[in-house]
């Protein structure tokens, strides 16, 4: 298994400022993705973080809005840029270990409420 | 296109009762399941999944999971819930691109 961390665990913003959310993990990982779990709602995918180059980002989800790094294979960082209220959300990192054939581990998430 | 469904948006049981969360699923080669919960205010955590061999697969905290190709499903079962199993459900297959496509998930509430 991997042991993850997020920080911040929860945040109150308000519209139009951004928040960078950071994720940590225990041990090297192949692969890493960022998650967004609406109210209510399941998982979307919205980019896999890749060590040493640009985020792959799934559509619908554009660097501008959410630009990510992943400067080594144990950390990435998520950027919500200029809020809305419709980015209250949670957005988990999670990780897989093998060569994308295998189960993904899950940090805790952030819990993001925009004002 | 690949997708998971989910039928059964909640449940409700009562302790002691048994339980099967329904799951089907879209997917043109031999699928990679897995069944995740989710715990209010927790991220994610695997209960068990499938790769091949054994259609009957056994995860943690006593749920277990049977794959039928011919209806396409992947059910979660568990003989005998527990207060604490009161949780969010999610099914899910890992895609084309090695990316995991998730249900909508099922909420499960079990009663006193």
């Known amino acids: 298994s991997a042991v993850i961390s997020q920080k911040p665990s929860r945040d109150i913003c308000q519209r139009g400022t951004s928040l960078t959310i950071q994720c940590q993990v225990d041990?090297?990982?192949?692969?890493m993705f960022w998650y967004r779990q609406q109210p209510g709602q399941s998982l979307t995918l919205i980019a896999t973080a890749n060590q040493g180059s640009e985020a792959t980002y799934e559509s619908g989800f554009v660097i501008d809005k959410f630009p990510i790094s992943r400067p080594n294979l144990t950390f990435s960082t998520l950027t919500v840029s200029n809020m809305s209220p419709e980015d209250s959300s949670i957005y988990l990192c999670?990780?897989?270990?093998?060569?994308?054939?295998?189960?993904?581990?899950f940090g805790p998430g952030t819990r993001l409420t925009v004002l | 296109a690949q997708s998971v469904t989910q039928p059964d948006i909640h449940i409700t049981v009562s302790e002691g009762a048994s339980l099967e969360l329904r799951c089907n699923y879209s997917y043109g080669a031999t699928p990679y399941l897995f069944w995740y919960v989710q715990s209010p205010g927790q991220g994610l955590q695997l209960l068990l999944k499938?790769?091949?061999?054994?259609?009957l697969v056994q995860g943690i905290k006593g749920f277990e999971a049977e794959f039928k190709r011919s209806q396409s499903s992947f059910n979660l079962r568990k003989p005998s819930v527990h207060w604490s199993d009161a949780a969010e459900y999610f099914c899910?297959?890992?895609?084309?691109?090695?990316?995991?496509?998730f249900g909508a998930g099922t909420r499960l509430f079990v009663k006193a």
């Open positions: 899910a297959v890992l895609g084309g691109g090695f990316k995991t496509i």
């Open positions: 041990s090297q990982v192949t692969m």
């Open positions: 499938y790769f091949s061999g054994d259609t």
């Open positions: 999670s990780v897989e270990r093998g060569q994308g054939a295998s189960e993904q581990f």
